[in-house]
């Protein structure tokens, strides 16, 4: 009988409990990258000190994302090691982009990225053996999900136009402040 720590090996290396030593050399043989872990599918796996060089970020903003409910690990190394692939470090990637470069909250990514989970069910069902009401269904939650969207993003966009507008309007007294001061007084 299979241990939850033989599951966690196969599910990390591909090794299973079963396996012959030759089956496991031609498995490893196969992959061609020593000394990274790899998932059955071949996908590479990085730790969290590699997933914070690559993202300019530390390793406990890495973890408080994860207890955020942003991001989860795509497996764990026999210690508990957290081990990420390259499409988790992607979707950081975005969570980075929406936080840094467009100012939104956690909250908000995560409001986004729910709303991105939710379409990506809707469109496999779309797709699936539906009926047309079904269907029509799922369309009519796909325009509420994205105009939730469009929405945050329209609010976000309005509150930064005001605070230009703000800080535009302090730029011209200063700049008339300036003339006055050179031009006369």
Do not use: C
């Amino acid at each position: 009988m299979a241990t939850a720590q033989d599951i966690m090996i196969h599910d990390v290396i591909g090794v299973r409990p079963d396996m012959s030593i030759r089956d496991m050399l031609i498995l490893f043989a196969d992959r061609k990258v020593s000394g990274v872990p790899v998932l059955e599918d071949k996908t590479r796996l990085v730790g969290v000190e590699e997933v914070a060089n690559r993202l300019k970020i530390t390793p406990r903003t890495l973890h408080y994302y994860e207890e955020m409910g942003l991001i989860q690990p795509s497996a764990h190394t026999e210690g508990g090691h957290r081990l990420y692939d390259e499409a988790a470090i992607a979707k950081l990637q975005s969570i980075r982009q929406l936080k840094d470069h467009l100012g939104y909250s956690l909250l908000e990514i995560r409001s986004i990225l729910d709303a991105e989970t939710s379409l990506e069910r809707l469109k496999s069902s779309y797709f699936g053996d539906e009926s047309h009401a079904e269907k029509m269904r799922i369309l009519e939650e796909s325009v509420e999900l994205l105009q939730g969207i469009v929405d945050t993003i329209d609010e976000k966009r309005e509150k930064l136009h005001a605070m230009r507008d703000q800080y535009e309007a302090r730029l011209m007294k200063a700049r008339s402040l300036r003339a006055q001061r050179l031009f006369g007084d």
